[in-house]
């Protein structure tokens, strides 16, 4: 078993230049690629997360941050 098969699902090499196959995290580093579901692309080091878009072909994607949910205000029971 080599490590080439596993090597070759991220990289090609096209006219003598490593190139990436798969999308990488604008906020982490360019060496940690976006994990691809059917409707979002995720990171898994950040939490970054990157929706597609549905219907057209070809449509622009729209990034979201993850958010993160404010705690709740505790009120005094009687």
């Known amino acids: 078993m080599s490590n080439k098969s596993n ?3 991220f990289y090609k090499i096209e ?3 490593l190139v990436r196959t ?3 995290c604008p906020k982490c ?3 940690v690629f976006l994990a691809d ?3 979002r692309w995720s990171c898994g080091k950040c939490g970054h997360t990157i929706f597609k878009r549905k219907g057209k072909k070809g449509a622009a994607t729209v990034a979201r941050r993850r958010r993160t949910r404010t705690p709740r ?3 005094k029971s009687t």
């Open 37 to 39: 579901h059917y409707d």
């Open 22 to 24: 798969h999308r990488v």
């Open 7 to 9: 090597a070759s699902k």
């Open 29 to 31: 580093a360019p060496s």
């Open 15 to 17: 006219d003598g230049k």
């Open 73 to 75: 205000k505790r009120t």
